[in-house]
């Protein structure tokens, strides 16, 4: 992922994040950081009008997102995300989680916040782990297509973990 790939920015008590390219598990540590500090935050907006493809840990945190937000009683909603991009989404069950508007909005006004550096391969697999048990949790159709997805990723945690005492 180049840093061009992700851009944030911070507005008026929300976040706006444009994505292009392939959206991948590197694009999703840096969202999971931003997840973090969400908590006063009234809105997001995630522009997808330039993101070809997203892969399952892309999308689960995508997921994550969605739900701390509903939590909140708010929704986060997609921009310009192509038939394609949509139809990952309905087949994992999570599409309703978002409000989805066809315009892409780039070039959003506001503070840029620099994307979260990526903590190394310890981040990465709880990202990845993390990612697909919310994707079970919003779906439970999921679990039998994620469960050796988890089972590596929570594998590659420990291991990370053992190696880093």
Known sequence: MRKEDLKITELNNGYSVEVSGRANFDYAVPLRELG??????????IDLGNCEAMDSTFMGVLTMLALKFRKKGLQVMLLGANDT?????????VAKLFKCVSESQSGSDGVAVAAP???????????VAEAHRTLVEADESNAEKFKQVIEFADQDVARLRNENK
Do not use: F, H, I, Y
């Not at 550096?117 to 990202?127: K, P």
């Open 117 to 127: 550096e990526v903590n190394g391969l310890l981040a990465t697999a709880e990202t």
């Open 36 to 45: 973090n500090k969400l908590s006063n935050a009234q809105w997001l907006q």
């Open 85 to 93: 991009l949509l139809k990952l989404l309905r087949d994992l069950g």
